[in-house]
T-cell receptor
Framework: EAGVTQFPSHSVIEKGQTVTLRCDPISGHDNLYWYRRVMGKEIKFLLHFVKESKQDESGMPNNRFLAERTGGTYSTLKVQPAELEDSGVYFC????????????FGDGTRLSIL | GENVEQHPSTLSVQEGDSAVIKCTYS??????FPWYKQELGKRPQLIID?????GEKKDQRIAVTLNKTAKHFSLHITETQPEDSAVYFCAARRGGYQKVTFGTGTKLQVIP
């Protein structure tokens, strides 16, 4: 079974530019999550999709971040325009439906804003 | 919202010794507590989890304990090996929700 895959693995952009991160969950997983780890701090929740619907987006930092999951398969997270404080590692995770299913993480995208 | 605190932030042990990482949580409605291990440059991997109806769970050299009254849970690694070196994250999830709140991580170094 293929795990959660994320692309790119590393992105370096300048402040003010736009970046789009992609996540392909494990096949059949309805739940998809985005998390972020900034500068050695905790892994912080950004948002949660159930299929194509945003179930919880309480962790999204501001309106420069836009997440989509059209068709309920892969998801994208766009940052526009990027700011210095957006640097960090962005993780995607997925899980099956049902209570207390474990979340499986991808390798993350390391985003560096210059 | 939920707040998870994790200690220590770094931990060095000699190979063969035990390592203990402690976490506390604030939301009494949390009922699921996973632990993740993240090796350098790799993805966080679920290594063990415990639900609130259980006080202790063991899997080979790894064990977790949960004290619901005190809102404490801990990870115990016995007979540590160099390959146990990694960052360990505790986490908590509230019943009925999918969002997981993580601790700040513990960098474990096992010295051969």
């Amino acid at each position: 079974e293929a795990g959660v895959t994320q692309f790119p693995s590393h992105s370096v952009i300048e402040k003010g530019q736009t970046v789009t991160l992609r996540c392909d969950p494990i096949s059949g997983h309805d739940n998809l999550y985005w998390y972020r780890r900034v500068m050695g701090k905790e892994i912080k929740f950004l948002l949660h999709f159930v299929k194509e619907s945003k179930q919880d987006e309480s962790g999204m930092p501001n309106n420069r971040f836009l997440a989509e999951r059209t068709g309920g398969t892969y998801s994208t997270l766009k940052v526009q325009p990027a700011e210095l404080e957006d640097s960090g590692v962005y993780f995607c995770a997925s899980s099956q439906s049902g209570g207390n299913q474990p979340q499986h993480f991808g390798d993350g995208t390391r985003l560096s804003i210059l | 919202g939920e707040n998870v605190e994790q200690h220590p932030s770094t931990l060095s042990v000699q190979e063969g010794d035990s390592a203990v990482i402690k976490c506390t949580y604030s939301d009494s409605a949390s009922n699921y507590f996973p632990w993740y291990k993240q090796e350098l440059g790799k993805r966080p991997q679920l290594i063990i989890d415990i639900r609130s109806n259980v006080g202790e769970k063991k899997d080979q050299r790894i064990a977790v304990t949960l004290n619901k009254t005190a809102k404490h849970f801990s990870l115990h690694i016995t007979e540590t090996q160099p390959e146990d070196s990694a960052v360990y994250f505790c986490a908590a999830r509230r019943g009925g929700y999918q969002k997981v709140t993580f601790g700040t991580g513990t960098k474990l170094q096992v010295i051969p």
